[in-house]
């Protein structure tokens, strides 16, 4: 319906210059949006206050002018209100038009065509294979993936990236923990690096170790072993890492390592150009970005005083890489820790001359997990966090899931297990679910009753004269419009908050009204309605990747 006001109004505009009333020396864009306030009209449009200045006529004479040319037999009235907004009724007939819409496109209701075919990559968990994921990286895994799928569903296409940090201090240290429990195999003495991972994960990649391997570790100088324990062991959690994801419902398209990137030159090639453009300096027995001249606060190391490359060199040529590869946007999915990091990433792309804003990062803040308010203890087998499989195995993906998208990404967040396992009212998952489970239930009534469900021609639709029913329908209609919003602001809550409160409409107008009653003409009219209801949450829920069942 918001298209159909925009073109309207647009319409009017054209019409209002012919006439003479208008000039439009200048483009003004057409927004329409939902009023604030109910008894506003179903939608309103403040065009004739952006006109005011360039017209040099007041707003509100503006916005009679254009009202004035509204003629159509979809919109009920159009009045003119405050300092000039537009307010726009449409008439109960128009609202079945649209319903009937609804049901035609099916699983498509809610598709739009923002990105018109770019391509975009989301890079979103990016963990150090050096343990289990744990309930932070579920919160990333949720907004990730779920802002994959809203992107997709807003016309772009769409790639999905795990960059692997398989390089570096950390790895190391992995290393010499996982060799630490092999030597302890044969010698309980040995010893364990102070700085090393405690988690009972390690042990057991130990025993695996020494099961591919025998004793032959022992033989070799350290440095040699360390490097193979900590390859073995990286390899191991990854493909742990990809489990995990799977049971979580999350998949990938592409596992990029950073140890490849930095054999196969990528990196070095990256920072050779901003050599050759005369981006960096040398100080300190050190090679240093000029980020600075790119609205950094400070510059920024790329190659160590002793000759290594820094995490954010192999940044940087990741990043290069990413739009050499045809990527007309990158989303990246950080921990809230990594704010000071957007700023030196999107300056070294700028002085690779690839467009900084092309770079968007969404912010995930922690998760406090509780059970009844309570704190929920670190587990000994993942060792300093709480494992996200674990939290998977108790309450299931689809809960998971919903309360890690239940807040903005960058607000923290606190996941209580305990009402995520309940199946009441109260736990919002749940309640969403049960809309859809009870309008499957409505369905198998009807079908014990021999009442068919028909299709949604206007004669049929006609039973449909209730405000309330027309409420509903209104709600349904907004769903392609939060599609659109959470893929420009790039928050798939926005998703959650709106199945959220449609299952609460529907709710309430099941508490009030029989579907299927003794009048044949309002049920069957009925039954049309709840199957888009039930249609629209499904839609919603695939879009945060969570599963809409026909029974609980």
Not at 183 to 195: C, H, I, S, T
Not at 309 to 331: C, N, Q, S
Not at 420 to 438: D, K, L, S
Not at 459 to 464: A, F, I, N, Q, T
């Amino acid at each position: 319906m918001r298209e159909l006001l925009q073109s309207l109004l647009g319409d009017a505009l054209t019409a209002a210059r012919d006439a003479g009333e208008l000039e439009l020396a200048e483009t003004t864009p057409v927004v329409v949006e939902k009023p604030r306030e109910q008894g506003h009209g179903d939608l309103a449009c403040n065009v004739a206050m952006l006109l005011a200045r360039s017209e040099r006529q007041p707003p509100r004479k503006i916005a009679e002018t254009l009202a004035a040319q509204i003629n159509d037999p979809r919109i009920e009235s159009v009045e003119v209100a405050g300092p000039g907004f537009i307010n726009v009724t449409f008439s109960a007939a128009a609202w079945r038009e649209r319903l009937g819409d609804i049901l035609e496109k099916g699983d498509g209701f809610g598709r739009v065509n923002l990105g018109e075919g770019r391509r975009v990559q989301v890079e979103f968990v990016s963990a150090n294979p050096t343990g289990p994921l744990h309930v932070g990286h579920g919160r990333g895994a949720a907004t990730g993936d779920a802002l994959a799928r809203v992107l997709e569903a807003a016309g772009y296409e769409v790639e999905r990236e795990y960059y692997v940090n398989d390089a570096g201090r950390q790895m190391r240290i992995l290393g010499r923990s996982v060799l630490a429990r092999y030597l302890q195999a044969v010698d309980e003495n040995a010893a364990f690096p102070e700085e090393g991972y405690p988690g009972e994960y390690v042990t057991e990649i130990a025993s695996l170790l020494r099961e591919d391997k025998g004793d032959a570790l022992e033989q070799l100088p350290e440095d040699e072993s360390v490097a193979i324990a900590a390859d073995y062991a990286g390899d191991k959690l990854l493909g742990r890492i990809r489990e995990d994801l799977a049971a979580f419902g999350v998949s990938m398209d592409n596992f990029s390592s950073e140890k490849k990137l930095r054999g196969d030159g990528t990196v070095e090639a990256a920072i050779q150009e901003l050599r050759d453009a005369g981006h960096t300096y040398e100080e300190g027995g050190a090679e240093w970005f000029r980020s600075t001249d790119f609205g950094d606060d400070k510059d920024r190391p790329l190659v160590k005083s002793g000759g290594d490359l820094t995490y954010f060199a192999a940044d940087v040529g990741y990043h290069r890489k990413k739009f050499a590869r045809g990527m007309e946007k990158v989303v990246d999915i950080w921990g809230a820790d990594h704010h000071g990091y957007v700023k030196r990433v999107r300056s070294a792309l700028d002085a690779l001359g690839v467009d900084p804003s092309g770079l968007q990062v969404v912010l995930v803040q922690m998760v406090n997990l509780t059970r009844d308010g309570e704190p929920v203890r670190m587990g000994k087998r993942s060792g300093e966090f709480v494992a996200l499989r674990d939290v998977i195995d108790e309450v299931g993906a689809d809960l998971a899931r919903f309360f890690f998208l239940a807040r903005k990404s960058d607000a923290q967040l606190e996941f209580d297990l305990e009402l995520a396992r309940r199946q009441t009212a109260e736990n919002p998952v749940f309640y969403i679910q049960y809309a859809h489970t009870r309008i499957a239930g409505v369905f198998r009534q009807a079908e014990e009753k021999g009442i068919p469900l028909l299709e949604g021609a206007a004669d049929v639709l006609s039973g449909l004269q209730h405000e309330d029913e027309i409420a509903l329908i209104r709600v349904l209609d907004d769903y392609p419009n939060i599609v659109e919003s959470a893929a420009r602001s790039l928050e798939p809550h926005r998703v959650i908050f709106y199945v959220q409160a449609l299952a609460g409409d529907f709710h309430r107008f099941y508490s009030r009204h029989r579907v299927v009653s003794d009048d044949k003409a309002v049920t069957a009219a009925r039954l049309l309605l709840v199957k888009a209801v039930q249609q629209v949450i499904g839609n919603a829920l695939s879009l945060v990747g969570i599963s809409a069942p026909s029974r609980m």
